[in-house]
């Protein structure tokens, strides 16, 4: 496993071993080191030459952090004919503009515009669109790609998900925008991800695969997060204002309302990995879990996603006042 020890790859590893699997990490042992003792750790860069892994054999690899065509490459060029499985974790952000549908696996993707050789919202979808056609080229039947949506659940350094039960926590008046019925959103727990990655390694399930919830829009996530506050004893108002409202005010769909697609993005048909055995929890429990994780870290404000409270007390005002 290239990674392995942060949230997706960590979660894959928890997985992985408590099925009884042997595992080896390749990463910079920069992030957790330590954290799976009876793990094999080797330590290096992608970036660099992968004698390490090279000269092996591999039962399965599985490509956590590849973002540009080069290390996907590298990587190909490293490992031997003896790899019998490999999986590509690549992003829904691959396909081009859907306004919201759920697209299937065979939905036109992104083409890149400039190599500029840097990530960026530009960059991201079509250099994973660049990894994906190596992987398939290198590997043909032997090779799984997985195209998550939103992943969410303990340890998400992103803090796309932790907002939520935070927010929930410290109650008051809460901004959520108005119809929520109606705007789709993605967060699949990591959990029910390494779930999935796993029954892929041990059927040999091969192929692309959209994984994400089967449905869910903000009213999912909303009643979630009111029955949560409900749980733990907090008072939370709901504060429910038009999204276009909401967007004129300066909250920003998918950073200041996380799991909120931006305008146009599409979501993905899951029905194919439904089929091959993926499952998911209620909202509700990735919402308590995250939170335990969070108060045993004691990560708190300030997060990278969604409103501070002053953005979140300027919106309430802007609004009430007209």
């Known amino acids: 496993m290239m990674g392995g020890t942060q949230f997706v790859g960590r979660a894959f590893t928890e997985t992985l071993l408590a ?9 910079r042992g920069k ?41 996907t490459q590298r990587l190909n060029e490293a490992l031997n004919d003896s790899v019998r499985h ?18 299937p ?14 990530l960026t919202n530009e960059t991201y979808g079509p250099y994973k669109v660049i990894c994906e056609r190596l992987v398939q080229e290198r590997w043909g039947d032997k090779a799984t790609i ?44 990591v959990r029910d991800f390494a779930r999935f990655l796993g029954n892929c390694i041990e059927k040999g399930i091969t192929g ?4 994400d919830r089967r449905a869910a829009t903000f009213g999912d ?4 997060i009111f029955d949560f506050a409900q749980e733990i004893g907090v008072q939370l108002n709901p504060v429910e204002i038009p999204l276009e409202h909401l967007v004129d005010l300066g909250v920003r769909r998918w950073a200041e309302l996380p799991g909120l697609l931006p305008e146009g993005a599409a979501t993905g048909d899951v029905s194919a990995a439904v089929s091959n055995g993926l499952t998911e929890r209620p909202v509700i429990e990735s919402i308590r879990d995250t939170w335990a994780w969070m108060q045993e870290t004691g990560r708190g404000r300030p997060l990278k996603a969604g409103l501070t409270v002053e953005q979140e007390r300027e919106v309430l005002e802007k609004w009430r006042n007209g």
Request: some cysteine; hydrophobic content about 35%; glycine content about 8%.
């Open 19 to 27: 099925a009884g699997h042997q595992v080896t990490h390749f990463n």
């Open 31 to 71: 992030t957790n080191p330590g954290l799976f003792p009876g793990v094999e750790s080797l330590v290096g860069d992608r970036n660099n030459p992968l004698d390490l892994i090279a000269n092996r054999e591999w039962d399965a690899v599985v490509d956590v952090n590849s973002y540009f065509p080069h290390q």
């Open 86 to 103: 490999f999986i590509y974790i690549s992003t829904i952000s691959v396909y081009d503009q859907g306004d919201g549908q759920r697209l």
């Open 105 to 118: 696996e065979s939905a036109k993707l992104l083409e890149l515009k400039e190599d500029t050789g840097e």
């Open 146 to 189: 997985l195209r998550p949506g939103v992943i969410v659940g303990p340890n998400d350094h992103t803090d796309r998900f932790a907002y939520w039960p935070l927010r929930a926590s410290e109650g008051g008046d809460m901004v959520i925008p108005q119809d929520a019925d109606h705007l789709a959103i993605t967060c699949l727990d």
């Open 208 to 211: 692309i695969y959209n994984v």
């Open 221 to 224: 996530l909303r009643s979630a």
